[in-house]
């Protein structure tokens, strides 16, 4: 069978699918979705009966790599038909299928959704070789650099969303779109006013669709802290206890499909895109929390002055390499709007002392053992196993170079530091330009992820240009793009 020729699971995911069929035919399901990550971070889904989901508990189960080869608005960015199927690589030609291969620890029941279960899938070649543009495979080669050093990274995820509800009842032709083009987002409706920080009175309003989130949420196993009302009218702040790196992506993936499809049974829509085009609101980011541990579980980060010399070095490295790393933090043409000065987001590559006008703001520190780096760089629409991964990456490069970060910033936004990218086109100059991403993450995903983002650029200057519309605040083509797909 084609998990067990290739040697594709350990003996703990062997032992988990076993317990999980035993358990399913004692209480079967209508439907399994597998789901994967594609490069945008989006959940991508098959759902199978449960005779074919058995089956592929030992064979995986045929997709077409298609996901992989689309932008943000399903256009076809390589010439799949062609030899090499636009990327040289003969292994793409045709637009073939690859085998998903589910990961039985990760299985849930979804609660909005009886009689459905739900799995999380890495992607391979028939061949058994790892999917190259696989971002979970990605980021699990970055954590296997930390194993030697008898390092984990421990990952709480901070993120902003906006709830509204939906103002028309069905769907028209103008919802329709064709690849490259969305249809016009849907209307909606503010759910509270906004802007009274922390307002109980406006956050009951929103209780209702917040209560129920929580029981999916529990139901799930998602490690919730908190929901709180945040700024704009009807922006959430979700954060959640810490976990080891990949289980903390996982449970983004499914934290950000989740709540889209709680809210939207409601009535409502939850959107992960950080400013949309709708009068007061305000940008929302994914402040990304990490710390090192060691094999006993004790933080690397701390020790007698604010930072060990190990998380001195690791705070280094993630600002060196913040410029070509931002193209994972934030994806998006939109999510550049909130890099502004004065604001509750970055505009440059420093740092400070709990201090949220930083890029990375150190939290804890002289012995704590809550001390971590709390990077304010991503935008909630980023792809979490990209985002992650970029900071292994940067941080261990600081760490093997034994760098030292400069002085802490008090005046963070008039600190003379290296600005961040003022827009996608930047970030990707930047990424490309970068012989450390390149090397770690390989030239053939830094080439195929470029003209993936810079495909999903293009279609958006043309359409200013051909518009005439200025950028200086979000544009229809922004709500169109990102509103409903995020």
Excluded at 101 to 114: G, I, K
Excluded at 157 to 168: G, K, P, S
Excluded at 305 to 314: A, H, I, N, T, V
């Amino acid at each position: 069978m084609f998990i067990h020729e290739h040697g594709l699971w350990t003996d703990e995911q062997r032992s988990r699918a076993r317990e999980l069929r035993q358990r399913l035919e004692r209480e079967p399901l209508e439907l399994v979705r597998l789901a994967w990550a594609d490069p945008h971070g989006a959940s991508r889904a098959k759902a199978l009966s449960l005779p074919v989901f058995f089956d592929a508990l030992e064979r995986g189960y045929n997709i077409n790599v298609a996901t992989t080869t689309l932008d943000s608005a399903g256009a076809r960015v390589f010439k799949s038909f062609t030899p090499g199927g636009g990327m040289d690589l003969p292994e793409m030609t045709g637009s073939p299928n690859l085998v998903v291969v589910p990961d039985p620890s990760t299985f849930r029941v979804l609660p909005w959704a009886p009689g459905v279960g739900w799995v999380l899938c890495d992607e391979y070649f028939r061949n058994g070789t790892p999917f190259h543009f696989s971002p979970r495979h990605l980021l699990r080669r970055q954590l296997a650099r930390l194993a030697p050093r008898k390092m984990d990274l421990l990952i709480g995820l901070e993120v902003e969303w906006y709830l509204a509800r939906v103002a028309e009842d069905e769907l028209s032709d103008e919802h329709v779109g064709i690849p490259g083009v969305r249809g016009r987002a849907l209307r909606t409706r503010p759910i509270e006013p906004g802007y009274s920080y922390h307002s109980e009175t406006n956050m009951d309003l929103m209780q209702p669709v917040l209560s129920e989130l929580a029981r999916a949420y529990h139901a799930l196993g998602l490690p919730l802290r908190s929901l709180e009302n945040e700024w704009g009218p009807g922006q959430v702040e979700c954060t959640f206890s810490a976990q080891r790196a990949l289980r903390a992506a996982d449970d983004f993936l499914l934290f950000r499909t989740a709540t889209r499809q709680v809210c939207r049974r409601l009535g409502c829509l939850a959107t992960f895109m950080a400013r949309p085009a709708l009068k007061g609101y305000y940008a929302s980011g994914w402040h990304l929390h990490q710390s090192l541990i060691d094999g006993d579980g004790r933080n690397l980060l701390a020790g007698p002055e604010l930072l060990s010399p190990l998380g001195q070095s690791y705070l280094a490295g993630l600002l060196e390499h913040a410029v070509p790393s931002t193209v994972f933090a934030t994806p998006t043409v939109n999510g550049y709007r909130r890099y502004k000065p004065n604001s509750l987001a970055p505009d440059r590559a420093g740092w400070g002392f709990d201090h949220r006008g930083a890029m990375v703001r150190v939290l804890g520190g002289r012995g704590d053992q809550a001390t971590r780096l709390e990077n304010r760089l991503g935008e909630p629409a980023a792809n979490p196993y990209l985002y992650i991964a970029s900071q292994i990456i940067a941080g261990l490069d600081g760490i093997e170079r034994s760098l030292k970060p400069p002085p802490r910033d008090d005046d963070p936004y008039s600190a003379e530091r290296p600005p961040l990218p003022a827009s996608l086109g930047r970030a990707l100059d930047a990424l490309e330009a970068s012989p450390l991403f390149r090397r770690q993450l390989g030239e053939v995903f830094v080439a195929y992820y470029a003209k993936i983002k810079r495909n999903e650029l293009t279609r958006y200057l043309r359409w200013l240009d051909e518009t005439g519309t200025s950028d200086a605040e979000p544009t229809q083509w922004e709500q169109d793009e990102y509103f409903d797909f995020f």
